[in-house]
């Protein structure tokens, strides 16, 4: 029983991360695709202004999902570590240089510098959410089992391609809303069709690599199309479906107003759909959730510092978006300094 929550627990700290940091990911996919100095000049603008308050916080999902895997399901942790350390280390650097990139290419005095550290923030924006799909989608594929190593195979298969494609567009997808979003919040009306149209764009190619994915997965994945297709699965399918063409529809409103809202959920409800549909295993068909649980004892106090840190931290992370999305947490600018100056001084 208490395995069992634990692993939904687990599902949900990834489908937080998917929304979350895939959001952040998928600015820096329109941060590559924005074009040259000049052409990209304001969506850059927008997306350091719109990432700036909140990026470093989606890495908290990232941690919660590592430490539920390594205390919880610590089998399951090994497996999946040993069998596809590559493409998991790739993603740990691309996190790295992202931030890195991120972090510098402001402050770099040099034109030579800000482009650098620009092109490496935009290029792991785009890798690590791939090489982090691809490895999801070798446990997806049951690639990975005890008897496994590491092998390219593992993680460079069909299904395990299009769950790195899939991770792209769904961060792209995210990523273009939410900057339409905050181009209507910093009054930027030609921003705001900039992302709108990204934003379509991004949603069709998510519908059409869905559609692709789901047939290659009745051949490659058996277990998980299958759970894809009936039960709870479908169900969440379905949920993502629906999402998906309500985003499409609220973005051709002027005020496009919940996009942002059925964006997540189409996002999340997929996540969700790939874990129901591997139910009741962690790694299909080698490895089920029982199975792969740690002592009962771990388990129990790994269920209650869960539920005081997501007491903790929820909260926090509902009102620094809260704060975000109202357009609290704006930085100041040089003139907000000089008026503070000046009415100090008086």
């Given at each position: 029983m208490i395995a069992g929550v634990i692993a939904v627990v687990l599902l949900l700290a990834v489908a937080a991360y998917a929304c979350g940091g895939g959001t952040d990911y998928g600015a820096g996919f329109w941060d590559l695709t924005a074009g040259g100095a000049e052409r990209g000049k304001r969506p850059r603008w927008l997306i350091d202004h719109a990432m700036a308050p909140v990026w470093e916080v989606n890495n908290v999902w990232l941690i919660f999902v590592l430490v539920i895997m390594w205390t919880g399901f610590p089998v399951f942790f090994q497996q999946v570590f040993v069998t596809?350390?590559?493409?998991l280390v790739l993603a740990a650097v691309g996190t790295v240089l992202r931030g890195a990139g991120f972090a510098l290419r402001k402050p770099a005095r040099r034109l030579a510098g800000r482009r650098l550290y620009g092109a490496v923030f935009a290029v792991a924006s785009l890798l690590t959410p791939?090489?982090?799909g691809a490895a999801a989608g070798g446990v997806a594929s049951g690639r990975v089992n005890a008897t496994t190593t590491a092998s390219t195979d593992a993680w460079a298969n069909p299904t395990s391609l299009l769950f790195g494609l899939l991770a792209i567009a769904a961060t792209a997808s995210l990523g273009?809303?939410?900057?339409?979003?905050?181009?209507?919040?910093?009054?930027?009306p030609d921003l705001d069709v900039y992302f709108r149209r990204r934003a379509w764009g991004a949603l069709a190619g998510l519908a059409v690599l869905a559609v692709i994915t789901l047939v290659v997965t009745h051949g490659d994945a058996p277990h998980v199309w299958h759970g894809l297709t009936h039960g709870v699965g479908l169900f969440f399918v379905v949920v993502a479906a629906l999402a998906t063409a309500a985003t499409a529809w609220l973005l051709t409103r002027p005020a496009g107003a919940w996009s942002r809202a059925t964006a997540v959920a189409a996002v999340a409800s997929s996540v969700l759909a790939w874990g129901m549909a591997q139910r009741p295993y962690l790694i299909p068909t080698s490895l089920t959730v029982a199975d792969g649980a740690g002592a009962h004892s771990t388990m129990r106090w790994l269920g209650f510092v869960t539920l005081v840190a997501l007491v903790l931290v929820i909260p926090a992370v509902v009102l620094l978006y809260w704060l975000d999305t109202h357009g609290e947490l704006e930085s100041l600018t040089d003139a907000d300094l000089r008026r503070a100056g000046t009415g100090d001084e008086g």
């Open positions: 596809m350390w590559l493409p791939f090489f982090l273009a809303v939410f900057l339409a979003a905050d181009a209507r919040r910093f009054a930027a």
